[in-house]
């Protein structure tokens, strides 16, 4: 019973990192609209939040037999563009995270289950309720998506 509520804790941690993650890519989009001097001040906040995010999703790529690879802005980039580039590279991280602990199996809705497997549940064909379609209805897995405000949505 433990383990399973060990599992639930790493996944209610790894939801919360990515919405900070998230999160960070909102200010730093925000950011770039503001004076330089606030926009020197949270350069190098949100340099310092890249960084530890980086550690982050680059150890849970390891802990997978994986190895990530880190993208790092010119030194030649405007304060604008770099922000946007940090608002992106948050978005890629975040995305990265969620797709690692779903593979993982932090995500699974039946943790309980002995055996469930790594990989996302395969297409079901459910037939509609109404009489008067007859065609099958399509339903996919949840997918996690990189935006500020959406981050998790089905289809």
């Known amino acids: 019973m433990h383990d399973i ?3 639930r804790q790493e996944a209610e941690r790894l939801k919360r990192s990515i919405w900070f993650l998230l999160s960070f890519a909102t ?3 925000r950011t770039a609209h503001l004076p330089a001097p606030v926009r020197f001040v949270m350069l190098a906040i949100l340099r310092v939040a890249l960084g530890a995010g980086q550690r982050l999703v680059s150890r849970m790529a390891e ?3 994986l190895e990530l690879a880190v993208f790092e802005p010119g030194p030649d980039t405007d304060s604008i563009d770099e ?3 940090l608002a992106r590279s948050f978005r890629i ?3 990265l995270l969620g797709d690692l602990a779903a ?7 039946d943790i309980e289950e002995a055996g469930h497997d790594r990989h996302a549940p395969r297409r079901q064909r459910i037939r509609p ?4 379609c007859h065609r099958p209805v399509l339903r996919t897995s949840c997918a996690i998506r990189a935006g500020p405000r959406h981050a998790f949505c089905c289809r």
Do not use: N, V
């Open 5 to 7: 509520e060990a599992i």
């Open 27 to 29: 200010i730093a989009e």
């Open 63 to 65: 802990d997978l037999g």
């Open 83 to 85: 922000l946007f580039e």
């Open 93 to 95: 991280l975040g995305c």
């Open 103 to 109: 593979w993982a199996g932090y995500f699974a809705t």
């Open 129 to 132: 309720r109404s009489r008067g």
